[in-house]
């Protein structure tokens, strides 16, 4: 079980949250410009990498907020507290 700091409602399980993906992910400024594989590249794939990244998380069974977290993704640690994003 892994424990997401909320900064509105402190430290909950997991199971209340949804993954919201990379930060670094930026959308594409013209998404009627891309073809269906590129468009469903950027819906469907992201990079990945192994180690310490910014993700999004979405409080989901409690207040409802989106925030930030830096998180180990191969030992599941989270390095930095939940931010308002």
Known sequence: ???IPCPYCGSRNE???AW???VCRVRPESP???SDIEWADYL?????KK???KEYWWHVKGCKQWFEIERDNSTH???SPGQDS
């Open 20 to 22: 919201g993906g990379e």
């Open 77 to 79: 640690a989270i390095m």
């Open 44 to 48: 469907y794939n992201s990079d990945n």
């Open 51 to 53: 180690g310490v990244v």
């Open 15 to 17: 199971n209340e949250f």
């Open 32 to 34: 009627g410009s891309l």
């Open 1 to 3: 079980m892994m424990l």
